[in-house]
Structures are given as C-alpha cells and as structure tokens.
C-alpha cells in the first residue's frame, strides 16, 4: 500500500513530499511474512521504495509509475532483477487538515 500526496491529474506531489519527506511511505503486506514499512523516495530516475533502516543506503524496488488512476497499472522492480505488477484499486482522499 503507497501513502503519497496525489495530485487531480493521478500523479505524486512531488512539491508536497520535497516539503515533508515523512508523507511519502508505504507497507509490504504478505500473507506469509510479517508487514513491512518504508519510505517512498524521489531518485533521478523517478520514484523508489527503501525499508527503514535502508540497507546500506540502497534502493530495494523501483517504481515506474507515470500517473496513479484506478484501473492503472503499477510495475515494481527489485534491485536484483523481476518485478511485480500492482493495479491501482482507489485512491481515497486524505484529510491533510491533521
């Protein structure tokens, strides 16, 4: 599950994540292992997930993401090769007011 500031147009808020990194998370759940936590961080190439603490400064999973809609298509990468796709289900608003 991403949390990231979104825009109307389906893509990051990249002003509002510059101005508060901590906004910008996500959770690995797998029904096998125990959930996961880590931040989403902006890289040259676009966007990456890193688990908390990162280990040895590495970027875990790549996003490639152009825009978030439901119905769209998510493709994470693994450093070390394969990927995962993920289908953006909903995109609930946030009261950002808290």
Request: no cysteine; hydrophobic share 40%; net charge positive.
């Amino acid at each position: 599950m991403l949390n990231l500031p979104m825009r109307k147009d389906g893509t990051v808020d990249v002003q509002a994540v510059r101005a508060n990194p901590a906004i910008a998370g996500f959770r690995r759940f797998w029904p096998n292992e125990p959930d996961r936590r880590g931040h989403v961080v902006r890289t040259d190439g676009g966007w990456a997930l890193s688990f908390q603490p990162a280990t040895n400064g590495r970027t875990l999973f790549l996003i490639e993401m152009r825009r978030l809609l439901p119905g769209d298509e998510v493709m994470i990468e693994r450093s070390e090769g394969g990927s995962w796709p993920f289908r953006v289900v909903d995109l609930p608003p946030v009261d950002r007011q808290s």
